[in-house]
């Protein structure tokens, strides 16, 4: 079992940037993804970005690169989403998800075994 728990989230006006947090625990072996996802009231569940836990590799939705990073602590068993220049169409709960073992395809919710809670971020005008 894996377990994520995500923090970081909250209200905040435009133009701020925030830093959400994944904490990891469990059993995870060797390489494997780990995403964030988002979901806005009435809408579906979007894909932001991903990374490869181990190496590092980032991987990007085209609609945030430029303005969410995605990054990795080992020592801290942590994935980190930092999201900038926030508009309130970022408004959403975000969760994090693990893809534990290797795959082609990182982009979508049946490519994660185990999710977090979620973590609230509004944006007002």
């Known amino acids: 079992q894996v377990q994520l728990v995500e923090s970081g989230g909250g209200s905040v006006t435009t133009g701020v940037s925030l830093r959400l947090s994944c904490e990891i625990s469990?059993?995870?072996?060797?390489?494997?993804?780990v995403a964030w996802f988002r979901q806005a009231p009435g809408k579906e569940q979007d894909y932001i970005a991903a990374i490869a836990y181990s190496h590092g590799t980032t991987y990007y939705a085209d609609s945030v690169k430029g303005r969410i990073t995605i990054s990795r602590d080992h020592a801290k068993s942590a994935v980190y989403l930092q999201m900038n220049s926030l508009t309130p169409n970022d408004t959403a709960t975000y969760y994090c998800?693990?893809?534990?073992?290797?795959?082609?395809?990182?982009?979508?919710?049946?490519?994660?075994?185990?999710w977090g809670q979620g973590t609230q971020v509004t944006v007002s005008s």
């Open positions: 469990g059993r995870t072996l060797g390489n494997y993804r």
């Open positions: 998800a693990a893809q534990l073992g290797w795959s082609t395809s990182w982009t979508t919710r049946n490519d994660y075994d185990y």
